[in-house]
């Protein structure tokens, strides 16, 4: 069981960044997926994630409008694009999974907000955005 994220890297604010990560080792059919972040000397927290079955999204307020999550079912991989990239931006990214136990798709999408409930989770990526 492996989420594997790669794409991160130093980018000067206003520019993009496209960060990817593949699930192996089970399916994602039951499964909410998406980003985590985590800044130096703060809490982990959401940036997105996405119902992997019918594909709603959510997003943190502070990535609303810039970021966006998509998903690829023939590879089982999740990609978010990351535009107009702020030095607040700077984290490392991490790759998440949540074990779906809820009959609401929706509902289930809202614990992803959670590090709390995160059944798995992927190495982290460092994403530097300098101003």
């Known amino acids: 069981v492996q989420l594997q994220a790669s794409g991160g890297g130093l980018v000067q604010a206003g520019g993009s960044l496209r960060l990817s990560c593949a699930a192996s080792g089970f399916s994602l059919d039951n499964y909410v997926i998406g980003w985590f972040r985590q800044a130096p000397g703060k809490e982990r927290e959401a940036v997105s994630c996405?119902?992997?079955?019918?594909?709603?999204?959510d997003y943190s307020g502070s990535v609303k409008g810039r970021f966006t999550i998509s998903r690829e079912k023939a590879t089982n991989t999740i990609h978010i694009e990351m535009n107009s990239l702020k030095p607040e931006d700077t984290a490392i990214y991490y790759c998440?999974?949540?074990?779906?136990?809820?009959?609401?798709?929706?509902?289930?999408?809202?614990?992803?907000?959670?590090?709390?409930?995160?059944?798995?989770w992927g190495e982290g990526t460092q994403v530097t955005v300098s101003s």
């Open positions: 998440a999974a949540v074990r779906r136990r809820l009959a609401s798709a929706r509902a289930d999408l809202s614990r992803c907000r959670s590090p709390d409930n995160i059944d798995i």
């Open positions: 996405i119902t992997w079955r019918v594909g709603i999204e």
